[in-house]
Every structure is written in C-alpha cells, then in structure tokens.
C-alpha cells in the first residue's frame, strides 16, 4: 500500500470528540473520527498482535463497549500512546496507522486504489 502524503500523516490536532470517539484534524485538512472501542481493538502492540505470526490476539469483539483513554502522550513525532480504561497502554499507534484506520468514504478509497 502506498502511504499517504506527508501532509496526510501530520495531525494538526488529536482530541476527544465526545465521550465515545477521538477527533484527528490532519494538516491536510481531512478530519478523521475513531471510536475509541475500534482503536483499542485496532492496537498492535505484541500483546494485543503476535510478534512472530503476526496474528491478532485481541479479539476486538471482547473490547468493553465503555472503553475510553485515560491520557495519550506524544510518542517522538510519529505517533501518540494511550493509557486506555482497561489497564492497556503499551500500544504506539503512529500517525501513518492511525490515517491508515480512518474509516471514511475518502481514506477507504485511497486505501483502495493503493493496495
């Protein structure tokens, strides 16, 4: 897959949209919204992705339906960490992965045309 544009990786702003979802206003301009149960399921660390098959060991079904980050920190100038409600924090999502989740018309396409 082709990665996107430097712009298109570059979050301007990460917040709480509301108490369900986490907003990414990218320099772009494209505005992506994540449910925070799908990011946590989405998280490859190597306790949540076996290192060495690479398949996934969280089932993101078993995700609480209440799951929320308790704080996020800048990891470098690629990507953000989470602290979630579960205890979980080890997971890095880095901006490329994080553009790459949007689950919008636009970035699907893109994710399409370039797979």
Not at 35 to 49: M, P, T
Not at 63 to 79: F, M, Q, S, T
Not at 83 to 103: A, E, K, N, P
Request: one cysteine or more; proline letters at 4%; charged letters at 20%.
């Amino acid at each position: 897959m082709t990665a996107f544009g430097l712009d298109a990786v570059t979050p301007l702003e990460i917040k709480k949209e509301n108490d369900r979802h986490l907003a990414v206003e990218w320099k772009d301009g494209h505005k992506s919204i994540y449910s925070f149960r799908d990011l946590r399921g989405a998280c490859s660390c190597a306790v949540c992705v076996d290192e060495k098959t690479g398949i996934r060991i969280l089932d993101p079904a078993l995700v609480p339906e209440g799951i929320h980050p308790l704080n996020a920190k800048p990891v470098g100038r690629y990507g953000v960490q989470f602290q979630w409600s579960d205890g979980h924090s080890t997971g890095i999502y880095s901006f490329d992965y994080l553009r790459m989740l949007c689950l919008c018309s636009a970035c699907q396409a893109h994710h399409q045309a370039n797979s």
